[in-house]
């Protein structure tokens, strides 16, 4: 039965109505599917904000864990974030002005980006965000005539390679992100950071990349950038106050996933910067982390109504949902995987191998090639997928021309529509149209 199968990747307020529905937030899926329509994204409030919770409670200040937006953001979601007292993690100008719109407070925000124009940085003085994490010498040289003031962070690459998928390792020599350690770089780096003007030189930052399991890439990035540190004091007798060790910690996708529980990781990080900082003797820093899919991923739900069935030859059988890579596109991009079960009858026998088909035109428009499902499935069924809450909606395309899902909020009962659903008029409204 699928409900208890999937019960740890299910929203941590998952439950079954009498009548074999599923149940989050309080909210009946299928009369949330009666009242909005599929596709749909569900967030399941308490699940974010007991997430939040957990790392917080290690880190032991909640403005030093900083949400990254990038996985989920619209402005309810930071107004939620805001409201827990916690930081926000942008790294884009509209992710910015997302932000600004809900209100977050500046001094809260760590703006981080490859390539951050001019404007965006203009639009980050005027918001006095508090941190800004430095990627470039030509980021340097802009922010040196920007009048900003503002704590700086670098941001290096301490040369591991995370064990995750390569699209998702952003900590190796040759990432396109910070600055190696390797031929002086970063130091040249920092050197340069500490003459910005008006600005303040506060660490170091290293994100190794997302959805790791394995602690083992943490501890060394540790151990490098605490060296580094001890480097920095050295050669150009600057502090590092800050050290944030960015997000990626891995969460449950599949049955058979079995994360570190998120304190545990929180903890490991936060204590080992510290130690690793006294064993050089230097000042204990301030450890802040940028957890994204640990909060958001398993939040999150997509409810799709299946629209065909079909047999192949060859035995397999594809479900085709009213969906797929336009709000789901990891398994496209990333050969991610998911689980599923069918809202409108969690208690039905998961006795068939089902393949769930997006509705794009791309034959890689699978969301699950072998999903555990009902034999039974049809035409109607509702088909949920767990644990899309991150990098689902924040990836989500117009692909096929087709407009994304409605994202509702629910809890203790209630359902908030925190993002309408997009209509045909609003991606026509772009489209100007040749000059008869
Ligand atoms: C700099 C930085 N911080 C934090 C994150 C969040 O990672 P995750 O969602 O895996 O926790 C990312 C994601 O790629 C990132 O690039």
């Known amino acids: 039965m699928s409900f208890g199968r999937l019960r740890s990747i299910l929203p941590s307020t998952a439950a079954r109505s009498s009548d074999g529905h599923l149940v989050v937030g309080g909210c009946d899926v299928v009369k949330l599917v009666e009242r909005f329509g599929t596709p749909l994204m569900v967030m399941d409030r308490t699940t974010i904000e007991s997430h939040a919770a957990k790392i917080i409670a290690e880190v032991g200040d909640a403005s030093r864990v900083f949400y990254a937006g990038k996985s989920f953001i619209c402005v309810a979601m930071c107004q939620l974030i805001d409201g827990l007292g916690m930081g926000l993690d942008v790294c884009s100008g509209g992710e910015l002005e997302t932000a600004l719109r809900a209100g977050f407070p500046g001094d809260r925000i760590i703006f981080h980006g490859n390539n951050k124009s001019a404007d965006e940085l203009e639009v ?212 991610s995987s998911h689980e599923a079960l069918l809202a409108n009858r969690v208690d039905a026998k998961d006795d068939g191998i089902i393949s769930i088909a997006g509705k794009h035109c791309e034959s890689g428009d699978v969301i699950i090639p072998d999903a555990k499902l009902p034999a039974n499935l049809s035409v109607g069924d509702l088909v949920c997928v767990t644990a899309t809450g991150a990098y689902n909606y924040s990836m989500a395309s117009n692909y096929n021309r087709t407009p994304r899902p409605p994202v509702i909020l629910v809890a203790d009962g209630n359902a908030t529509e925190i993002v309408r659903r997009e209509t045909i008029e609003d991606i026509l409204a772009l489209d100007v149209p040749l000059p008869r």
């Open 124 to 335: 980050a003085r005027a918001a006095n965000v508090g941190r800004i994490v430095v990627d470039s010498f030509d980021e340097i040289h802009r922010l040196a005539g920007s009048e900003m003031s503002t704590k700086l962070l670098v941001r290096i690459t301490p040369g591991v390679e995370a064990q995750t998928h390569q699209y998702v390792r952003t900590g190796g020599e040759d990432s396109k992100f910070g600055f190696a350690l390797a031929d002086g770089v970063a130091l040249d780096a920092v050197r340069r950071v500490l003459e910005v003007p008006g600005c303040t030189f506060a660490g170091l930052h290293a994100h190794i990349g997302s959805q790791i399991f394995d602690l083992g890439g943490f501890d060394l990035a540790i151990k490098r950038i605490s060296d580094f540190a001890a480097h920095v004091l050295d050669e150009l007798g600057a502090q590092v106050t800050e050290v944030n060790m960015g997000g990626g910690f891995g969460i449950q996708y599949v049955e058979w996933e079995d994360p570190l529980p998120l304190q545990e990781v929180a903890r490991g990080i936060a204590q080992d910067v510290k130690k690793e900082f006294k064993k050089r003797s230097l000042q204990e820093p301030d450890v802040f982390l940028e957890p994204g899919r640990s909060i958001a991923g398993s939040a999150g739900l997509t409810v799709y109504t299946i629209g065909t069935v079909k047999e192949r030859a060859g035995g397999r059988k594809f479900a085709s949902v009213d969906g797929g890579m336009s709000d789901n596109v990891r398994p496209a991009l990333y050969g």
